[in-house]
């Protein structure tokens, strides 16, 4: 259920902002009021229904104007804490920024390797991205993973391509398993 509410509120948010011509700056805004309410204290105080609700909403209210926040990015927040569904807010975050990514055309992958990659493999991995996705802005996080021992692991959104050489080694032991070998 808090998936398609999220989606909602982010769809919601997607057209004010689109109004506005802020689509990527509300998705900053996002992003910086998840990190912030995220914060272990900051979330217990504003999550928990021991505390009176009047008093978890002057506190959001006060992050909001703390961060510096849009009215359209503050007015979202405030909503979701006066009927109590700040908890949602990261979900929102995330559908929001694939809503964006989807309007902009363009693709995030997240690339793990055993040691640093070159920029030109780094760039190599890029380009194999934008033929995959057929999206020309690719947004790239690289990530360490030594476990892998050699090769590389890409996520394009969900879908997984793993050249690693644990994996090659995982479908050889397998294919000796079977006799196929």
């Known amino acids: 259920m808090t998936g398609r509410l999220a989606k909602r509120y982010a769809r919601a948010l997607l057209e004010l902002a689109r109004e506005n011509g802020t689509l990527e700056p509300c998705g900053e805004e996002l992003v910086r ?29 006060a992050v909001v104007s703390a961060l510096g926040l849009s009215k359209i990015v503050g007015n979202l927040i405030a909503l979701l804490a006066d009927r109590d569904r700040l908890a949602i807010l990261p979900d929102v975050a995330r559908w929001y920024e694939g809503f964006i990514d989807e309007e902009l055309g363009r693709a995030r992958i997240t690339i793990r390797s055993a040691a640093p990659l070159s920029l030109g493999e780094k760039n190599e991995l890029i380009e194999l991205a934008r033929h995959l996705t057929g999206r020309r ?23 997984v391509y793993d050249g690693s050489v644990r994996a090659q080694l995982a479908r050889l032991t397998k294919e000796m398993a079977e006799g196929t070998a």
Not at 39 to 57: C, G, K, N, Q
């Open 33 to 61: 009021a998840v990190a912030a309410f995220e914060e272990p204290r900051l979330r217990l105080l504003v999550l928990s229904p021991a505390i009176d609700t009047d008093a978890r909403v002057r506190t959001v209210k």
């Open 137 to 159: 802005e690719i947004i790239t996080t690289m990530e360490a993973d030594q476990e892998l021992l050699g090769g590389v692991v890409l996520d394009l959104g969900g879908t």
